[in-house]
């Protein structure tokens, strides 16, 4: 089992920028990737970024693409998101989520997750 507790949310002004931090515990980090989720009330969960369990290999949602950075800090089993140049649409419930890293690259499937973090972006 592994559990993910999310921190960093908050209320910022459009133009603004938050980082977004996920520490988890359980099991070992280094062997899980690491993925961000977003949801807004009334929309489906949406997938920010995403990174493999050797840092190097990333992605990022389009809606998002240019404006995020993923990363992570396996000796501190801690991931972090650095949102930049937030928009009011950015506003959401962020979820840290991880799943082994024998899951293929592209598969949006993960199998653990925090509870989420709020991002409010004022405009």
Do not use: H, M
């Amino acid at each position: 089992q592994v559990q993910l507790v999310e921190s960093g949310g908050g209320l910022v002004q459009a133009g603004g920028s938050l980082r977004l931090a996920c520490a988890a515990s359980g099991r070992t980090f280094s062997w899980l990737d690491v993925g961000w989720f977003r949801q807004a009330p009334g929309k489906e969960r949406e997938f920010v970024a995403g990174i493999r369990w050797i840092a190097g290999r990333t992605s990022s949602g389009d809606s998002v693409k240019g404006r995020v950075t993923i990363s992570r800090d396996n000796a501190l089993n801690t991931a972090y998101l650095q949102l930049n140049n937030l928009k009011p649409e950015d506003t959401a419930v962020y979820y840290c989520a991880a799943r082994p890293s024998s899951t293929a690259w592209e598969s949006r499937k993960y199998d653990y997750w925090g509870q989420g973090t709020q991002v409010t972006v004022s405009s």
